[in-house]
């Protein structure tokens, strides 16, 4: 069967060399005569595995030897707790902004813990734009400042990397990281769940500067602290082998496809196809402000909102899967990851215009 195309916020498309590659070594990898599931995390052929990844991720993204690399469990929601058990580190409040869905649930937990300033928000306007650098109100006193890069339900994406002088800086990547060029050192901390632009879920990686590790809230369960597993290697007890192992050939994907500076122009070029299309027509609508236009979700919405269903029911027809808009917005969202190909795109553009052609 032809494979379809999904634009699915996540878990979300793979590359096909992946699943390919992962399918022809299921039974047996590299003459081990098991599959990688059946391996012990301790032994060396796993270890090699996980070592091969983690080195992969590091000369992909530039990750300088002052940060740990970390390949932990319970999604990027997990983290939305471990970080202020490990980052408030005696400091009374932490700063977060607030646009949109995600940043809202972050702000949610880290409330259970300490106290959160919000210190700049899109909630005036719908949460369709990233509030620019100089309307934020940071605390010097801050043990950090967290916000959410891309969010993955409205569709905005921040083009600029916020400056927090000495105060760490905390992003949620789940779903623009490896999309671009990124200066990890601007960064204290880096987290994203697998299953957007990694692998498949159930892997979350966590890229942490090392002076951060080490100071965390009195009653911090083990599993929750990063420093136990920082000083594991992310082998304190069992970690998503599996998941690691896809991420490992999705990263041998990306540096065999020119790396992230190739992502980006591609990604750029993807995106730049839909929104134009968008903007050409009356017939759709996208609500994010120009500027602050996620290149991985692109939400939409059709000037009928009756139309919805037959515009779903044509692009499944034509295999394009996974359109409907998140339950809270409504809508259209196409996810078009790294995995996407430019053909994909292509194939959603033909579609919205001949579905504007004959309903318009
Ligand atoms: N943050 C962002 C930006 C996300 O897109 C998601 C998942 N869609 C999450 C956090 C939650 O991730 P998980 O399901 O891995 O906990």
Excluded at 262 to 279: I, P, R, T
């Amino acid at each position: 069967m032809e494979r379809i195309y999904n634009f699915s916020a996540g878990p979300a498309v793979l590359p096909k060399e992946v699943l390919q590659q992962a399918s022809d070594e299921m039974m047996n990898w590299q003459g081990c005569g098991m599959s990688v599931m059946e391996m012990s995390h301790r032994g060396k052929e796993f270890m090699g595995i996980a070592a091969q990844a983690e080195a992969d991720l590091r000369e992909l993204m530039g990750i300088p030897a002052n940060y740990k690399v970390l390949f932990l469990q319970g999604g990027a929601s997990s983290q939305f707790s471990m970080i202020p058990m490990n980052l408030l580190r005696g400091k009374k409040s932490a700063d977060y902004v607030n646009t949109g869905e995600w940043s809202k649930k972050a702000i949610q937990e880290a409330r259970k813990f300490g106290a959160v300033n919000v210190v700049a928000t899109s909630a005036d306007a719908n949460f369709s734009y990233a509030p620019a650098q100089d309307k934020w109100t940071l605390d010097a006193n801050a043990a950090y400042v967290h916000y959410t890069p891309n969010e993955t339900i409205g569709g905005v994406e921040f083009n600029w990397v916020p400056d927090t002088g000495s105060v760490p800086l905390v992003a949620d990547m789940s779903s623009n990281i490896l999309s671009r060029v990124m200066d990890v050192s601007k960064f204290g901390l880096i987290y994203a769940g697998a299953q957007k632009n990694i692998g498949p879920a159930g892997l979350t990686i966590v890229i942490v500067r090392d002076d951060l590790l080490g100071e965390t809230l009195p009653g911090t369960p083990t599993m929750m602290d990063y420093k136990i597993h920082a000083d594991n290697d992310s082998m304190y007890n069992t970690p998503p082998t599996y998941g690691i192992y896809v991420a490992g050939l999705v990263f041998k994907w990306l540096k065999r496809n020119g790396g992230l500076a190739k992502m980006e122009e591609l990604n750029v070029a993807k995106a730049g196809l839909l929104y134009d299309c968008l903007d050409a027509s009356s017939f759709y609508h996208c609500p994010t402000a120009k500027a602050d236009r996620s290149r991985m979700n692109v939400p939409f919405t059709l000037k009928d909102p009756a139309l919805d269903e037959a515009f779903l029911k044509e692009a499944k027809a034509r295999g394009l899967v996974q359109l409907k808009g998140h339950r809270s917005v409504g809508g259209m969202r196409a996810s078009i990851y790294n995995a996407m190909p430019m053909e994909g795109v292509k194939a959603l553009v033909d579609l919205m215009k001949d579905f504007e052609r004959a309903h318009g």
